[in-house]
Nanobody, 137 residues
């Protein structure tokens, strides 16, 4: 069983910054996970993929960001700590939502994202419990 645990969510004012972390159990790597991603979901909205990273295999290190967060969010990985991070800057009220970390073994995960211009949540069977981000105007 892959264990993912998010942390770092908080309430901030518009223009502020937050850093989310996703702690992955060692099995994430032992189980040949290929992509890890961050999704968010606001009440009444569908889950939206905001950032992804290829963590193993060909194109390891390739990153993808949704247009809505480009220039403001950055995704990174700390192999030593088995941690995936999402640095969020210049936060806007529309960034409010529950943020989830997810992982997939699909070897073509990054190609799928690039072809679709979005992260297909259905391809990610491993999810954390989420961390809440609230941005006030």
């Amino acid at each position: 069983q892959v264990q993912l645990a998010e942390s770092g969510g908080d309430s901030v004012q518009a223009g502020g910054s937050l850093r989310l972390s996703c702690a992955a159990s060692a099995s994430v790597y032992a189980r040949n996970m290929q992509c890890m991603a961050w999704f968010r979901q606001a009440p009444g909205n569908e889950r939206e993929g905001v950032a992804a990273m290829k963590i193993r295999g060909s194109n390891a290190g390739v990153k993808w960001l949704a247009d809505s967060v480009k220039g403001r969010f950055a995704i990174s990985q700390d192999n030593a700590e088995n941690t995936l991070s999402l640095q969020m800057m210049n936060l806007k009220p529309e960034d409010t939502g529950m943020y989830y970390c997810a992982a997939t073994q699909g070897v073509f995960c990054m190609r799928a994202i690039q072809d679709l211009h979005s992260i297909p949540a259905r391809d990610y069977p491993n999810w954390g419990q989420g961390t809440q981000v609230t941005v006030s105007a």
